[in-house]
């Protein structure tokens, strides 16, 4: 911790978040459109109907630039000086874990995809109801311990198997913590849908900064500083 920056508690958590969303709204935002701008090839590539290249993209893009943007949500936080040059730099280093990551975390979406249309059937067998189970069981996982892979490699570097193993460990430890981040995306999402796709261009950078100091919060605990 910083001398003179406030600790970071489960009791400050949501206020300092916020405290620190509003003081740096407009670069946090010019963020959040160049990520909207990596996500966009994905997003043509989906309306097309092309879901192997709009995968290609994700893991090609999308991946790497969600890790650089919470990298420069990172420096925010710790109130450090942050500016969208560290993004970008950002986004050359990380790209090679973000891209393994990506790899790893679309897998359960992949398995999903496939099994959808095997409801479509007039008899669903059971074993089609097992799969579809276990599918959306995995892409729960998957994103819990995003939640915290990301962040992990965003603020310290950390290679990829350590995040991976660290991301399953705090995803387990803090499930409170999880199932609020995961709360918070599907509302994000609902919100999206409702209002109106404009929305995506700033939500997900928003959401970043929680994800970061949700990140710090957790491990400051592991540590015992709080």
Do not use: K
């Not at 990520?35 to 290249?53: I, K, Y």
Request: hydrophobic fraction near 60%; aromatic fraction near 10%.
């Amino acid at each position: 911790m910083r001398d003179g920056l406030e600790p970071l508690t489960p009791a400050n958590y949501v206020r300092m978040t916020a405290n620190q969303l509003w003081t740096n709204l407009p670069l946090v935002t010019a963020g959040g459109l160049i990520f909207s701008a990596l996500c966009a090839p994905a997003f043509v590539l989906g309306v097309l109907g092309r879901p192997v290249e709009m995968g290609l993209a994700f893991l090609l893009l999308i991946s790497p630039g969600w890790t650089a943007l919470l990298h420069m949500q990172a420096a925010i936080a710790e109130e450090r000086r942050a500016s969208l040059g560290m993004m970008l730099r950002a986004l050359l280093r990380v790209w090679r874990r973000s891209v393994w990551l990506g790899a790893l975390f679309l897998v359960p979406f992949i398995a999903l995809q496939a099994t959808l249309p095997l409801l479509a059937a007039p008899s669903v067998p059971f074993v089609a109801w097992a799969g579809l189970a276990a599918d959306i069981l995995g892409v729960a996982v998957a994103g819990a311990i995003a939640l915290y892979a990301y962040p992990l490699i965003a603020l310290h570097d950390a290679a990829l198997v350590n995040a991976l193993r660290n991301g399953l460990i705090l995803a387990s430890r803090y499930p409170s913590n999880t199932l609020g981040l995961l709360g918070m995306a599907v509302l994000g999402g609902l919100a999206a849908g409702y209002v109106g796709v404009a929305l995506l261009f700033f939500l997900p950078a928003w959401y970043g900064l929680f994800v970061v100091n949700n990140c710090r919060l957790v491990l400051a605990r592991e540590m015992g500083d709080d």
